[in-house]
């Protein structure tokens, strides 16, 4: 049997991986992974523990001992824990704060990429992140870069009621000395500024399929 096609999508906040991702696993009918959510499911769950997001030992600490599944539902991996997914919670402002911190923890990155490799069980993938093209699949021939000028990137964040400040984030997150995010090798960059997501979605499929069919 041949092993699953993963497309990794990385880049900036806002500059439209969830919804390009999204687009490109249904039009494809792959299986859609925010490894986003998941890092922001361990940062929620720090905040239920009263871990200090600021110790790496605490949080490495708490990882390490964490009981987790892996399950998909409706085409789309959900990180449960103890069987409930904390899919509104994972979107608050103080979970968006925290998660950086927890992000940039070595052990929760080794632990993550596993847990995100692990996702090839439920068929091929269209997964969404930071460094899924430089760290969690670098073996994929199908690499994405998405990127928009920040004007419009915070337009789009203002659009769904979200106030944040995606330079301060976008700097920590490609600053960060683990899996930080970057350009990874052999991506093909798309700067989507002046973009629909319709527009890039397409665009994506069709680099998708013409080398599906090389
Ligand atoms: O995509 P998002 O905003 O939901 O991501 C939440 C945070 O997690 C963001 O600060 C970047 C980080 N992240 C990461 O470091 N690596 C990933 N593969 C996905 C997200």
Redesign the pocket.
């Known amino acids: 049997m041949n092993s699953p096609v993963v497309i990794a999508i990385d880049g900036t ?1 806002a500059s439209g ?2 919804t390009n991702s999204k687009l490109i696993a249904k039009a494809l009918e792959f299986i859609y992974v ?4 998941m ?2 499911t361990l940062a929620w769950y720090c905040g239920q523990k009263r871990i200090d997001i600021h110790s790496e030992k605490e949080v490495s600490a708490l990882c390490r001992k964490w009981k987790t599944t892996l399950d998909c539902v409706n085409g789309q991996v959900r990180l449960l824990v103890d069987d409930y997914y904390p899919e509104k919670e994972i979107r608050t402002a103080e979970t ?1 704060a925290a ?2 911190h927890v ?1 940039a923890v070595p052990y929760v990155r080794d632990w ?1 990429k596993k847990k995100q490799r692990e996702c090839t069980r439920f068929g091929n993938l269209v997964m ?5 093209g430089s760290n ?1 699949f670098p073996e994929t021939d199908f690499k994405f870069y998405l990127d928009a000028c920040i004007k419009e990137r915070s337009a789009r964040r203002e659009a769904e009621g979200v106030n944040e400040n995606l330079a301060a ?1 976008d700097q ?2 490609s600053q960060r000395a683990a ?1 930080p ?1 970057m350009v990874p090798l052999g991506a093909t960059v798309i700067n989507n500024s002046g973009m629909t997501a319709a527009e890039t979605s397409k665009l994506i499929i069709a680099h998708i399929v013409k080398r599906l069919h090389r």
């Not at 925010?34 to 959510?37: N, V």
């Not at 969404?128 to 899924?132: F, K, L, N, T, V």
Request: no cysteine.
């Open positions: 906040s991986k969830s925010d490894t986003g959510a890092y922001r968006s998660v950086p992000a993550m969404e992140g930071r460094d899924i969690v984030r920590r997150d899996a995010l």
